[in-house]
């Protein structure tokens, strides 16, 4: 059974920062695409930024030059670091990625639980 688990969400002021995790666990033959999506309330959920395998990196305009996002791919785990925080990055975030879980398995795709950051004065 393959998880992914986020941590690192809170509540911070405006040009803060934080930094969110995401460990995948289970039965993991490899890991392809990880990424970031979050989804705040009304609206639909986006896609914040991505990482390949190889360390390529792609990001939502809203978030480039703030957010960074990076990958263990030893420990199974991304992150996505926040800085310079604004009201609008109000929103769950979730963890999702592109797993084989085995050799002989395709590849499937897995969501975590999700983790709010809220950004307030």
């Known amino acids: 059974q393959v998880q992914l688990v986020e941590s690192g969400g809170g509540l911070v002021q405006p040009g803060g920062s934080l930094r969110l995790s995401c460990a995948a666990s289970?039965?993991?033959?490899?890991?392809?695409?990880m990424r970031w999506y979050r989804q705040a309330p009304g609206k639909e959920r986006e896609l914040v930024a991505d990482i390949t395998s190889g360390g390529g990196t792609n990001y939502a305009d809203s978030v480039k030059g703030r957010f960074t996002i990076s990958r263990d791919n030893a420990k199974n785990t991304v992150w996505l670091q926040l800085n310079s925080l604004k009201p609008e990055d109000t929103a769950v975030y979730y963890c999702?990625?592109?797993?084989?879980?085995?050799?002989?398995?395709?590849?499937?795709?897995?969501w975590g639980q999700g983790t709010q950051v809220t950004v307030s004065s």
């Open positions: 999702n990625a592109d797993i084989r879980p085995s050799f002989s398995d395709p590849f499937r795709n897995y």
């Open positions: 289970g039965s993991i033959s490899r890991i392809n695409v």
